[in-house]
């Protein structure tokens, strides 16, 4: 099986939400309140682990971004689930490529709105995710099933 037969063989069912986490990282020190943060900006690093759950008849792949400074910390995290015909074994090099180009994009927009909210909640200004262009996340190991997945360097 190659990468276009799986996808002549699935239907996106669902990307569902399984986690939201909004925490501005307030100093310990006593009578010290909101007011230690003075000028927060929504700068900050971002990373997305991805966990693959199932590949059978139904496939389903969990993402999820963290994005985090010394001033706070969201985290979202989706669910796509997608359903196929028959439950035949599918090569690792075509679950890596199903992973990479397709599942992922699936579910970057709701990261992406997710992320935007979590941001307001915490008033942090405007945060939007960049544009995630086909191929710039990499599955690093497929045995590893909560893979972190960077930005490539080239």
Same mark, same amino acid.
């Given at each position: 099986?190659?990468?276009? $037969?799986?996808?002549? #063989?699935?239907? @996106?069912?669902?990307?569902?939400? =399984?986690?939201?986490?909004?925490? @501005? &990282?307030?100093? /310990? ?5 909101? /007011? ?17 759950? #199932?590949?059978? /008849? +139904?496939? $389903?792949?969990?993402?999820?971004? !963290?994005? $985090? #400074?010394?001033?706070? &910390? @969201?985290?979202? +995290?989706?669910? !796509? @689930? ?5 439950? #035949?074994? =599918? ?10 180009? !397709?599942? =992922? ?7 992406? !709105?997710? =992320? ?26 497929? %045995? ?7 930005? %490539?360097?080239?």
């Amino acid at each position: 099986m190659d990468i276009q $037969e799986l996808l002549q #063989s699935v239907t @996106l069912r669902d990307v569902r939400t =399984i986690q939201t986490e909004a925490t @501005l &990282k307030l100093p /310990s020190t006593p009578d010290t309140g909101l /007011s230690a943060f003075g000028d927060v900006t929504s700068a900050g690093e971002i990373a997305i682990n991805l966990n693959p759950i #199932s590949w059978g /008849s +139904a496939l $389903e792949t969990w993402f999820r971004a !963290v994005v $985090e #400074s010394e001033q706070f &910390k @969201l985290v979202a +995290a989706v669910a !796509v @689930l997608y359903d196929r015909a028959d439950d #035949s074994q =599918i090569p690792d090099d075509v679950r890596i490529e199903f992973t990479e180009k !397709v599942s =992922i994009m699936a579910a970057y927009p709701y990261l992406r !709105v997710l =992320i935007q909210g979590l941001a307001a909640d915490l008033r942090l200004g405007t945060m939007t995710l960049d544009v995630l262009r086909q191929g710039q996340f990499k599955v690093d190991a497929p %045995s590893n099933p909560a893979t972190p997945i960077e930005p %490539s360097t080239d």
